[in-house]
């Protein structure tokens, strides 16, 4: 690759969200050298956030994966109470809030009102439709999915999410900026599950069915993934660390956008009904305590 063709990121960027997401999003834009507005809901949240940029940070220094020091990448990361205060000149803003359609549609018809035209926009969803959330903006042209993954810092790969409106321009400005970050984006047409949950769930449900026939114990069917197909882990134990709970919610969204095949099986929601969740209760298709 010659030097012209190495992709830059992004100047300016803003993060709406400074949870488990938003806060590794702003943690690898700042220290590609971007400067960072984190928005959270209030002053005292927006603190938090900080706090959780300087610990990812001091991680990454730690594992000697940052090139600058820790304070200094933080010196770039500012955090605000409101989406009011997002920079106007913003290349980039990703919505990361919780996951409920109306909080997210508010903060980004806000976030609209607030930058430029030539801002991107972009959700961080696992499971929302683009093209609904991005329904009530006045620039569809200019929103799109972008998927990142737990942890941000360490994950390799950002699902870039296309509705039919957006322009393509902006699809190619995120793939560029995902490869800036040292990430692979894999474009997705905005669809029920992207790519990743919609084969991830699928292989996980499906195990789950093994394991209510007798197929195979959990073990077993882990290992079998694993060694066989070089999964780097098995359906079962890739379930009990996104949580039962979610995997479940995920799949009843499935089930009713894309069909039977991807109807709960009767384990999973025994288990949820029964609390194990998995990893973050101690039990799930495994033991973790
Ligand atoms: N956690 C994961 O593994 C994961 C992976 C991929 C995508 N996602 C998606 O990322 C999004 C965020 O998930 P998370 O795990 O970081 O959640 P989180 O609960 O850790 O963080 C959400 C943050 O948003 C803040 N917030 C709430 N309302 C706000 C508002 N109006 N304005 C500004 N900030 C507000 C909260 O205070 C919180 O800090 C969700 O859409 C989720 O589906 C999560």
Redesign the pocket.
Known sequence: MNEASVPTGPKVVGV???????AGIAQVFAALGARVVV???GEE?AL??RRRVADGLAKAADRGKLADPPETVLERVAVAGA?DDLPAHAELVVE????RPE??V??LTRAEAVVGDETVLA??????SITELGAPLNRPERFLGM????PVPASELVEVVTPSAVAGDAVERVRGWVRALGKTDVVVRDSPGFATSRLGVMLGLEAIRMLEEGVADAEAIDNAMELGYRHPMGPLRSTDL?GLDVRLAIAEHLHSTLGERFAPPQLLRDKVAAGELGRKVGTGFHDWS
Not at 16 to 22: K, P
Not at 123 to 128: D, G, I, Q, V
């Open positions: 709406i969200g400074g949870g488990r997401m938003g928005v959270e809901s949240a938090d956030a989406v990361a809030v919780p996951e909080s997210k508010e903060v959700s961080n969803t696992s499971s929302l998927h990142f993954f737990n996104v």
